[in-house]
């Protein structure tokens, strides 16, 4: 069993030059409303005219229903955590995009259910409730849909921010796994009702590619992918050491790291494989540079999942999924960097410290002095590179500094030419980019990692 060193050996920091922004996420969002603007076309080729309320009205249910259809291949495929989206977009922004794309298709379908109703009640002189017992009782594969749908919008008001403040994240992750069964219930109904489908087999060909295009993505890179790296690499605990109170650090051994390619900033979805630990895979950052023979997290205690990090016995197997994320140096845009981390949001940038190439400025906020973690490591990596590290925390009041424009250029003062990299809780996210924005860097230049899910 391999023993990690008492302290983590330091990697050099790269020499590579800023990078250009990648055209990945123009193409995408480009690939995405074209995807739109087709379905569209699809409604319009094949609609004659439109006659009356009752036509107008169900026409109406038709591009809602369309749309939302799409919608429901989009979503999945934003999270299929396709290497090319995850590193060029990043899992934070591809997240944001999906919540806002859920949003949106929970809003379609609703739509598209109502106007299909009341359009279809409209045309046959019958009461809104005698014509929703007849489509979802007599129309085939309509009651498979109802139930779909009614699935999806559960997961939707789950997902909704005043609701998921209340659950945990293991729920909440389980919960979305109703969205694969939603989808596939709904998707017969589609082929079987949808008036743009039935009959038209271009059409029909064109929406089994896209939904089997996206299954595939999604059993490869969720499923296959995992499986075959469990199995090559045999990850397993080989230490647990604290840090700070209520926060340890986890070191991980196993076969062939290297070959896992992680990047500093990166994370995994870690899956302990002990008991009330194994069937939750949770989201943490490495919090040391990958090294061949070891991997490391940092975890404060913040719910069941993560206390129980600190009662991991070594020899412990895991089973690690990633790694993911694009908060890395490809973001690197200018040649001087701030990194700006609250809490344990320090890990992925305490690795960034490290590596990231040229001038680093570290700015470390904290609630006491106590909760600093891994400050020996960064006084070592500062001492090591030249670079300038502030550390404020909220109490005792003399050492603590409000999130302001004008505080962070007394710490910072050419804070404008550098790009800012932020992670921490997402309160103090909201406040800091705010304030970044008020000392003149450029939204493009600040790139930030979200604690929220």
Known sequence: MTTPPRAPAMARPSRSAPRPPSPV?????????????????????????????????????????????????????LMARVPLLDRAVGTDRLARWHAMGGRYTVSLASAHVLLIIWGYSLESHTGVVDQTTTLVLHYPD????????????????????????????????????????????????????GADFVGNRPAQLAWYALYLGVAALLAWYRFAVPVRRALRHRLYVAEVRPEAPGIVSVYLSGSGLEELRAEPGQFFRWRFLTRGMWWAANPYSLSAAPHPAYLRITVKASGGHSAALARLRPGTRVLAEGPYGGFTARRRRARKS?????????????TLFETLPGEVALIYRARRPED?????????????????????????????????PEALRGLVPDLAERDVYLCGPPAMTEVAVTALRGAGVPRRRIHHESFSF
């Open 25 to 77: 996420p123009a193409l995408a969002h480009l690939l995405i409303w074209g995807g739109a603007a087709a379905v569209l076309a699809l409604w319009w080729s094949d609609t004659t005219s439109v006659v009356g309320a009752a036509g107008w009205v169900t026409g109406a249910g038709r591009i809602t229903g369309l749309l939302a259809g799409y919608a429901c291949a989009m979503l999945l495929m």
């Open 142 to 193: 309509l009651l498979k849909g109802t139930i779909g749908f009614l699935l999806f919008l559960i997961t939707g008001i789950v997902s909704a921010r005043a609701v998921r403040r209340r659950v945990t994240y293991e729920t909440w992750h389980f919960l979305h796994f109703a969205t694969y069964l939603a989808v596939f219930l709904a998707f017969g109904h589609q082929l079987s009702n």
């Open 338 to 350: 701030l990194l700006l981390g609250g809490g344990v949001g320090i890990t992925p940038l305490r």
């Open 372 to 404: 600093l973690a891994l400050r020996g490591e960064i006084d070592a990596l500062a001492a090591a590179r030249g670079a300038a590290v502030h550390y404020v925390v909220d109490e005792p009041v003399a050492y603590s500094s409000p999130l302001t």
